[in-house]
């Protein structure tokens, strides 16, 4: 049946996003499924849509309604609610109905469409919402149209409008054409393909499937929504769906497209996509197919197309853990940063049960493979389906141990729980003969997960999120016991730190936080005096947990903390005390060790800690930027030591092209550190116009490659000036291993500081 191109007369739509509370699915994103429909009733109906997105401040946890009088909370009484809308009005219910519909812009509405669904998931807690709400909007408004639109199985919505008196219509296949259907021929009284009518008292359907044609589809409208609402860490992160159903067929899943496969063309889904991307201003997506990888072959040809034609995507997706090395790293190459797994068990036999088509070995290497691609790990598991056993739990917790490296992010779906499962809560609730009641079975893993520092995150946030960093200087001394000692210049401005903050902020990672605990503990007289009293009164075991605790309480939560290891190992033993602490206090986040000593003794200084999650070795710049930003495979960063199982992996050095240096050198962060504690100012700064030394001489073990780099003698020249008009300081000291290997440069530079006018002092 084709669509009705405008109707003489243009119809005014209703849609309606219900407040309720917030549902598994119900992610910091505008849903897809209600763009989709205003672009198809628009394009095809010329409908004028009005959209009340009450749902939004639910989920911007804003405050909206309880500012506005309004308790929300009122539709978590699920049994209640039930009642109020089959059998006994309740006062209060229909109270705060009609407060919350005059938020609504509902006049000369003829159809008011309320969604079930979020994130293609049926949806309890919005269905009870929205029930409640057009009821009232029915009692006071009895010629609007009220329809349903989800993802409902068919069953279920044909219950629901037997039971149910003022639903006029209920989508029953989940495709917004119907809906488009149901617009423009509802007046005919005759069954429509998708949908369950009321005619009078009677109930019109047909079993005849309408055929989703993906490619008809125009571009998702979001213009309606309040964007702003739905942004997270400043980001906006755009649903988008590629392709609609899934080849599987796991009996503990209601999804209502399954035992089928459309999908989009690839030029129309990355035209689509860049189109999104110009109108919106963003760079990211979360795809909502129910796997991306239901065909490798379409793919390898999408991540393909998104590379030439979208180089600066990012996105997420759903998979199936069954991809291979190489197709995973097309994905990376592509801009996927996130994948969420339905791992479910890790015990084979239950893989068998439910028909996942996967086996604990794919998933194991799926897992290793995308990790160390640096692609977020996001898993799901399942617990509380009868056919399991202990056996099976034991199995799939030992296969959690096994994965646990691997592994970003974890969520348990308990079977029953409310949201992914409450389709099958559905029908207690409509029956209303017996007393209503449901106990959430304990979950299996949990524990475990937390044990292992395994959380869930909301996949938006994580997709999202901006890269925070600390770097951190340890006090000096083999523990903490030359602390308090003054400062002998080692605490002084580190210009392996500021080329580390200068080339991370060229890189967008603007949350960076310095602390310089070697020259805060040594220069500020107060806290100097305090340790020295703990170490007249404590033994020094005790003494080091006490000084631990004052450090760590000065430290923010990052996603990384980089420690910088002064000369040789000056700090080394308080860096690793100070970052075994920090990780027992923040155990989702990355410790990375750098350093000139780093590089030659790695085996030694990994052996120290099991917090260590990284060391770099020669110019930490480029590998650290690698790790934090997540844009490159782990395997493929240079200068990276790491462990890979039982074994350390070094990978080959990264030495920095000096020649082409697309950032300056940097001290702010160091100079706010020391004016936010008040600390005395350096007299002089750091600087090198080379690295490398050409020269092997039997004494010397090279920190700095043996390969000369040079910079050019004009960025050299606009470098100083750069950090004479951002720090007032004139005094410079060449940390070159030697500044005349070639002396007609070193001439040249000379006659270029002579000819620019710069007044500085070197040494």
Known sequence: MKPCLHPKKSLTVGIILPPSSR?????????LDIANLIAVLKKYAGCNIKLSDLRKHVISNDGYWGKNGIDTGIFDDFAGCFKHILTHENPRISQTC????????????????????????????????????????????????????????????RMLMRKVSFIDAFLEDGNEFSVLAYVTEHKKGRAIPGICLKTGRR?????????????????PDFSLFDLKSYKSNGTLVLPYEISKGCINNCFFCYYIHKNRL??????????????????????????????????????????????????????????????????????????????????????????????????????????????????????TLLSGIKQ???????????????????????????????????ILQLEKLLDQKGKYSYALPAPKYAPLLKKLNIYPKDIIEAISA???????????????????AQDDGYGRAMLGISNITARLDHDGVKNIEYYDFSLLLSQNPGLRNRLEQLYLTHKEEKTNQIILKILSKLIEKKDYFVFYVLWWNRNLEASVLLSGTLKKIYPDSKIIFVGPYCGLYHKEIMEKSSSIDYLTAIDPEEPLSG?????????????????????????????????NREFMVDYTKHLKFIKKYKLPSPCLLDYETSRGCRYSCFFCASISGKKPRLKEIP????????????????????????????????????????????KINWS
């Open 262 to 379: 459309y999908y989009k063309d690839i030029g129309k889904a990355t035209d689509d996509l860049t189109k999104l991307s110009k109108i919106y201003n963003t760079e990211y997506f979360h795809f909502m197919d129910a796997a991306i990888n239901f065909n490798n072959y379409y793919l390898e040809k999408l991540c393909a197309s998104l590379k030439e034609h979208l180089p600066g995507i990012k996105w997420s997706a759903l998979a199936i853990p069954n991809i291979g090395y190489p197709l995973l790293e097309k994905m990376k190459g592509a801009g996927c940063n996130q994948l969420r797994w339905g791992v479910e068990y890790g015990s084979a036999r239950m893989l068998g049960i439910i028909a996942k088509k996967t086996t604990p070995v794919g998933i194991y290497e799926t897992l290793k493979n995308a990790h160390s691609l640096s692609i977020f790990n996001y898993i």
């Open 627 to 659: 790790i934090i930003l997540g844009e490159s495979p782990l395997e493929k960063i240079p200068g990276l030591i790491h462990h890979k199982g039982h074994s350390i992996c070094k990978h080959k050095d990264a030495l920095a092209d000096l020649s």
């Open 388 to 422: 399991e056993t202990k056996r099976d739990l034991e199995e799939t917790k030992k296969f959690i141990r096994k994965i646990a490296p691997y592994v970003d992010a974890a969520q348990e779906c308990v079977w029953g729980e409310l949201g992914h499962f409450s």
């Open 23 to 31: 549902g598994p699915g119900m992610i910091k994103s505008p849903p």
């Open 466 to 484: 901006k890269k925070s960093v600390g770097i951190i200087i340890a006090p000096c001394g083999p523990q903490f016991n030359n602390a308090v």
């Open 203 to 219: 109930l019109l359907y047909t079993n005849q499937k309408r055929k989703f044609t993906l490619n008809k589809y125009p571009l």
């Open 98 to 157: 009609r407060k919350i519909l005059k938020k609504c812009d509902l006049k000369d509405i003829n159809i008011a469409v309320f969604s079930v669904a979020v994130l293609e998931q049926f949806c309890l807690q919005y269905l009870v919402s929205s029930l409640c709400l057009a009821k009232e909007l029915k009692k006071n408004r009895p010629g609007i149209k009220i329809m349903y639109f989800g993802n409902c199985p068919r069953g279920h919505a």
């Open 715 to 758: 960025f050299i020249v606009s470098e100083i000036r750069h950090l004479q008009r951002s720090t007032g300081i004139n005094n410079y000291y060449s940390l070159d291993d030697a500044l005349n290997f070639d002396n007609t440069r070193l001439k040249q530079l000379c006659r270029s500081f002579i000819n620019s006018g710069i």
